[in-house]
């Protein structure tokens, strides 16, 4: 497996060479990396990380949205997106029982968690203490479950321009227990496309041209055949539909399994702030998107401000961040500047 990862790094440093960057992150400068061979790739595949449970997660079922409780013969519980806090929920139904993720315990690269509770998940060792708040709210919501509308809609902005995420690999020469750097950038260019509609490998994609959506430069270990990078900060764009926003992971770990074939796959987790989140599934959604989800927003803000797990504002006496995970996967791809 070692061979056939030098044969492909040695590919593509012929033909990209060596390239410099610099720019700003989305919580602040990137550490300026120094001139070092860069394998470019376009993520092919972006969705939640789903965790495994050994009996039904949600013993009360979903949340029932406005739809739902017609059809039962139920009135709908009142809602109001653009004032979340102008009623209640006391139906909306959270994801409490254990469960295990193949994530990180975020607490461990950063302090940005301190002082903010949590009902962590145990990753596949058994090892508890794995950040996952952001399931906890919308766990039990049938349009984010596996399969589901969320599933599909973000799945499909990967390859159509609404959310092009690009991923750099820097001083990767394909040897276990080695030292190197990524990077993470938003793209205002669609990746090419293939007649059966999957990206093709080696297209060239440019970076975006506001600095806000590329990432610190990560320090990252390569361990077992895994790069581990982090704490950084990341910062997603995407037009999808109705939507209009920025997915901004604070504290972000990023873990990244290259594949025999110069594939990549991994997961990013990281702090999201509680309002962005209500700004894409609240305010930007509206009472259509919550009823096409099954949720009511009402319902989603009170969770969310529950479940909040980092930047604790001692303000407020409150936390104003909640831990979020995606899995991805990569192909190969020129990343221009």
Not at 99 to 122: A, H, I, K, P, R
Not at 155 to 170: D, F, H, P, R, W
Not at 264 to 292: H, K, L, M, P, S
């Amino acid at each position: 497996m070692r061979r056939k990862y030098l044969n492909f790094v040695a590919l593509l440093a012929v033909v990209t060479g060596p390239i410099s960057c610099g720019g700003s992150g989305g919580g602040g400068a990137p550490t300026s990396a120094p001139s070092a061979q860069r394998s470019g790739y376009v993520l092919s595949s972006f969705r939640y990380v789903f965790p495994e449970h050994e009996s039904d997660p949600c013993p009360g079922g979903f949340t029932l949205g406005a739809v739902e409780r017609r059809l039962l013969g139920q009135e709908p519980i009142p809602d109001d997106c653009l004032d979340p806090e102008a009623n209640a929920d006391p139906e909306f139904k959270e994801l409490l029982g254990p469960g295990t993720v193949d994530g990180v315990d975020l607490d461990s690269f950063s302090s940005f968690g301190e002082q903010c509770g949590e009902n962590g998940f145990s990753d596949p060792e058994g090892n508890s203490g794995v950040d996952y708040q952001l399931w906890r709210s919308i766990g039990c919501v049938q349009g984010f479950q596996e399969g589901e509308i969320s599933d599909i809609v973000v799945g499909g902005a990967v390859a159509n321009g609404s959310m092009t995420i690009l991923l750099e690999l820097i001083g990767f020469e394909g040897d276990d227990d080695q030292d190197l750097q990524v990077q993470m950038f938003a793209s205002q260019q669609s990746p090419p496309l293939g007649a059966d509609g999957s990206i093709l490998p080696f297209g060239t994609l440019s970076v975006h041209e506001d600095e806000r959506y590329h990432s610190t430069v990560g320090s990252a270990q390569m361990r077992d055949g895994v790069i581990v990078a982090g704490p950084m900060d990341v910062r997603i764009r995407l037009n999808i539909q109705i939507v209009e926003g920025d997915i901004s992971f604070r504290d972000a770990v990023v873990r990244v399994e290259p594949m025999p074939d110069g594939t990549i796959r991994g997961a990013i987790f990281g702090y999201q702030e509680i309002a962005e989140v209500y700004d894409t599934f609240g305010i930007q959604v509206g009472q259509a998107g919550a009823q096409a989800l099954s949720y009511t927003c009402t319902g989603l803000w009170d969770s969310l401000k529950k479940n909040a797990d980092g930047g604790f504002d001692p303000a407020t006496g409150a936390c104003n961040s909640i831990s979020v995970a995606y899995q991805f996967e990569a192909i190969p791809a020129f990343v221009a500047r």
